[in-house]
């Protein structure tokens, strides 16, 4: 497998995404953000991956303290401004006015029912995205973040996704760490030779912390 970018993106009403860590190795979760919904608070920062025993080399961490988007992130996809989803099928476009950091620690990735109009074509709603794409990328390691996903009802909102993507996609693979998926959190690595993946049920809505481990054979 080839190098991995990382990327986030809000395609539900009013989600809210901290991304504390993209790492090789160790991340740290996010430091107390206040979501627009009521959720219990991100946990207090540790010095290693949250539940994975072993020692870790940090490589990459990003707590969103400040007020500006890191350098390390791109708002939007393969540009910027109003950027079209790779995926035809999919009902929105990404405005990279929706990213924001309010200065509460947490990446704002806002997601509305108003239409946007990208590649010629204008769909129903609007979404959000950040990705490393040419600034940062993994091979091997511990990638964990730390994100409050909005409800629709008891469950998990349709479509928030925490994920990374290799350089030459489908070839290199695309490595759901967290998909929100007919109310689940799914985890899937899509690859030529395959899909292997499953969901959790139950109400995973709020502040949770979803990680995935990616190592040679």
């Known amino acids: 497998m080839k190098r991995l970018k990382v990327a986030a993106t ?4 009013g989600a809210l995404v901290a991304v504390p860590a993209i790492a090789e190795a160790v991340a740290q979760p996010a430091r107390p953000a206040q979501p627009a919904q009521p959720a219990a608070a991100p946990q207090a920062a540790t010095a290693g991956p949250t539940g994975v025993a072993g020692n ?4 990459f961490a990003d707590e969103f303290g400040g007020t500006k988007l890191a350098d390390t992130w791109t708002p939007g996809w393969f540009g910027s401004g109003v950027t079209a989803p790779i995926n035809g099928d999919e009902q929105a476009c990404y405005d990279s006015r929706q990213v924001s950091l309010p200065g509460d620690g947490a990446l704002h990735l806002k997601a509305s029912a108003r239409p946007s109009t990208c590649d010629g074509k204008t769909k129903p709603n609007t979404g959000s995205l950040v990705n490393s794409n040419g600034k940062f990328h993994y091979r091997y390691g511990l990638v964990e973040w730390r994100a409050y996903i909005p409800p629709s009802g008891t469950r998990m909102a349709n479509w928030p996704a925490l994920w990374s993507n290799g350089e030459n996609w489908p070839t290199d693979g695309e490595n759901d760490t967290m998909e929100g998926l007919g109310g689940n959190a799914c985890f899937h ?3 030529p030779s395959g ?4 969901c959790a049920a139950g109400n995973l809505t709020g502040w949770h912390t979803y990680y995935v481990r990616v190592w040679q054979h």
């Open 189 to 191: 690595f899509h690859s």
């Open 10 to 13: 809000a395609l539900a009403a």
């Open 56 to 59: 870790w080399t940090k490589k």
């Open 195 to 198: 899909g292997p993946g499953n």
